[in-house]
């Protein structure tokens, strides 16, 4: 690149620029997945109460289901040279195509969002004479200058990031097994539920697919030949292990001290009671990240606002998406866990039939000509219409109320059998990539 500062934002990349290595998927799914939004979830498993191989079983199962869509999408990168949200042109057109963009660069406002309370949180625990808004500011400026630079910093952020993490999650999880006594007391006390189960599985797969629709945005750079099967590996194992790993470590913090707030602050004070330099690692390891996994929020965020309106550049879209995400962690704020809990479920609902429908287009029908993004139909009705009948067929397993924190009161007769599980985008993630295989070949 002529400029250390990446001057493409969702234009395809050209031969000449194609550079990269196979690797760099691996550690930065690795190292945006090592945070405390992972680990916040933790403390939801605890409370499920289940034994521990069926936690084992929806932890392993929930992650490798959703980090092997993750590096499925990841491997359309090469091919199409385009950012995810783009390559989504070439299933369901140019036009077809823009409310998927809307609702995407609404997703990542809201990680962004959760992401920069996070940090924000760190910094105030750390100097309580820092106001909340104050240190999300903070938080926020770091990020944005990363993502401003752009894909090649990005990568090398989060290289050194997922060594760093990977140190600081180390100690954590050593220390949080510490005390097996307080382990067995859960043990103890746990029995299986079938919907707990199935909350478990959908708690644990909605985080990690929810980073399908950014995929390609950080694979899209590397040479057209390089290997899908090495690009699906390495960033499905990176986001595995991270998310696992993350996950394990905020349920035994949950286990050794009994608080399942799933606040970042409850780690430090953890930590901080086996000497001041291990809450010092805590401290560095939440806000580190929170910047890991905030940069790819933002940065995805603006070329998702390019996916809708083309005529702004790529730091108008940072600035833009910046405030008003900066705005929305302000207000989220003040009530992190339900905030972040009811965000988390409510994605699932446009993603998975979306995912369904481009993974079909590119694996089993071959549609790989990149100048379709640009060039293509404006709306392909028959990918639209998989879609839309495959979500409305999931509707009965939704249970709205808990997605969206009692906002939209509404528990579909299915989710409601099921204790509350909302198993929805399963349906419609099947529903939606079957009536498109169906419907396309006609």
Avoid: C
């Avoid at 309580?128 to 770091?142: D, G, M, N, S």
């Avoid at 879609?387 to 109320?401: A, D, K, Q, R």
């Amino acid at each position: 690149m002529t400029s250390i500062i990446e001057r493409l934002g969702i234009e395809h990349i050209p031969d000449s620029m194609r550079h990269g290595r196979t690797m760099y998927q691996f550690t930065l799914w690795f190292a945006s997945n090592l945070t405390v939004a992972d680990y916040a979830l933790g403390p939801i498993l605890y409370m499920l109460g289940l034994p521990i191989p069926w936690l084992v079983l929806a932890l392993v199962l929930g992650n490798v289901l959703g980090g092997l869509l993750v590096g499925l999408l990841a491997a359309m990168g090469p091919t199409y040279g385009y950012p995810q949200i783009m390559i989504s042109r070439a299933a369901y057109g140019r036009v077809g195509n823009l409310p998927f963009a809307v609702a995407n660069w609404v997703s990542t406002l809201g990680w962004f969002s959760v992401n920069a309370i996070i940090g924000g949180y760190i910094i105030n625990y750390v100097d309580p004479k820092i106001p909340l808004y104050a240190a999300i500011l903070i938080t926020v400026l770091t990020q944005f200058i990363i993502a401003l630079f752009g894909y090649d910093i990005i990568h090398r952020s989060e290289y050194v990031l997922s060594m760093v993490l990977g140190v600081m999650f180390a100690v954590s999880l050593a220390l949080s097994l510490s005390k097996p006594h307080l382990l067995s007391t859960y043990v103890r006390n746990a029995s299986f539920n079938p919907f707990n189960f199935a909350i478990a599985l959908a708690t644990v797969f909605s985080y990690i697919m929810s980073w399908g629709p950014y995929a390609s945005d950080y694979s899209r750079y590397l040479p057209e030949n390089t290997s899908r099967l090495r690009i699906i590996a390495y960033a499905a194992l990176g986001g595995i292990l991270a998310s696992l790993w993350s996950e394990v470590v905020g349920f035994a913090v949950s286990a050794a001290t009994g608080n399942t707030s799933g606040l970042p602050t409850v780690l430090v004070q953890f930590m901080s009671s086996y000497g001041i330099a291990y809450a010092i690692i805590a401290i560095i390891a939440l806000f580190l990240g929170a910047l890991a996994a905030n940069v790819l929020n933002i940065y995805t965020n603006s070329l998702s606002a390019l996916a809708v309106y083309n005529r702004a550049r790529r730091w108008q879209a940072l600035v833009a998406g910046a405030v008003v995400g900066t705005l929305m962690a302000v207000l989220g704020g003040l009530n992190f866990v339900g905030y972040y809990e009811g965000f988390l479920l409510f994605l699932d609902y446009w993603i998975t039939p979306w995912i369904g429908i481009l993974l079909v287009m590119f694996y089993v029908n071959k549609t790989r000509d990149w100048k379709l993004v640009e060039n293509g139909p404006k709306v392909i009705w028959k990918a639209l219409l998989a879609y839309i009948i495959g979500l409305l067929i999931s509707v009965p397993f939704m249970n709205l109320n808990a997605a969206t924190g009692g906002l939209i009161p509404f528990t579909g007769p299915v989710a409601n059998a099921l204790g509350g599980a909302d198993i929805s985008y399963f349906i419609s993630f099947i529903i939606a990539s079957i009536i498109y295989l169906i419907i396309a070949q006609k």
